[in-house]
């Protein structure tokens, strides 16, 4: 699979090592294609570094890993490039609308919209493992064949399940979710080596 990276910060230039690792074709979507750190970093992964535009024509599946307040407007600008694409929304923003404008600018695009990657720390997709436990990740969108690929790609980053939790309605409860990450691992002081795992009895 073809994957185009948007935001090769710490969420996206580690999943695009991580698929890179497996197997994956990895296309880095940059503002400026020719900035000589970008271009040493994706040669040192084997990937490839494009405009935003052409990297989501060639891509089978998009990660955004942007800052939230920035999906809307490059939703608009990408306009039917993502139509029919899958599209990872890794990204999350504070404030009462959370990044619900922009994953709603990335369904009207006709994107395969599916909220994930956004509930953890980088730390947690670099190693998923607590000694002998693995954490879990968990999605949301409306796309249940988006939803079966995703699942396959967030178990070969390593984790143990990706929960389903539901259709676009629920992406809120995603976002919701990342803020108690956020709360526990800065605000409450506990750092950023904690990770969410479902637990049955």
């Known amino acids: 699979m073809t994957i185009t990276i948007i935001g090769a910060g710490n969420i996206g230039g580690t999943l695009a090592e991580k698929w890179k690792s497996a197997g994956h074709d990895i296309l880095i979507g940059a503002r400026d294609p020719n900035d000589e750190e970008t271009l040493k970093w994706a040669q ?3 990937a490839r570094v494009m405009p935003i ?4 024509k060639a891509g089978d599946a ?3 890993a942007t800052p939230g307040k920035v999906v809307a407007d490059l939703a608009a600008s990408l306009g039917d490039a993502l139509n029919g694409k899958l599209v990872m929304d890794a990204t999350n923003m504070a404030g009462p609308l959370g990044t619900a404008p922009g994953f709603e600018a990335l369904r009207a695009t006709g994107a395969d919209a599916v ?3 956004n509930c953890t720390g980088w730390e947690n997709l670099a190693d ?3 000694g002998d ?3 879990d990740m968990f999605m949301a969108g409306g796309s249940e064949r988006a939803k079966g690929t995703v699942r396959d790609l967030v178990k070969t980053v390593g984790f143990e399940e990706c ?3 539901g259709g676009d309605d629920k992406v809120p409860i995603l976002e919701g979710f990342a803020l108690v990450w ?3 691992a800065i605000f409450q002081r506990m750092g950023r080596g904690i990770a969410f795992k479902l637990m049955r009895r």
């Open 163 to 165: 929960h389903d939790l």
């Open 182 to 184: 956020i709360d526990l």
């Open 62 to 64: 998009v990660l955004i």
């Open 115 to 117: 909220k994930v990657f």
């Open 44 to 46: 040192g992964i084997g």
């Open 128 to 130: 998923v493992r607590y």
């Open 53 to 56: 535009a052409d990297a989501v």
């Open 133 to 135: 436990q693995v954490a």
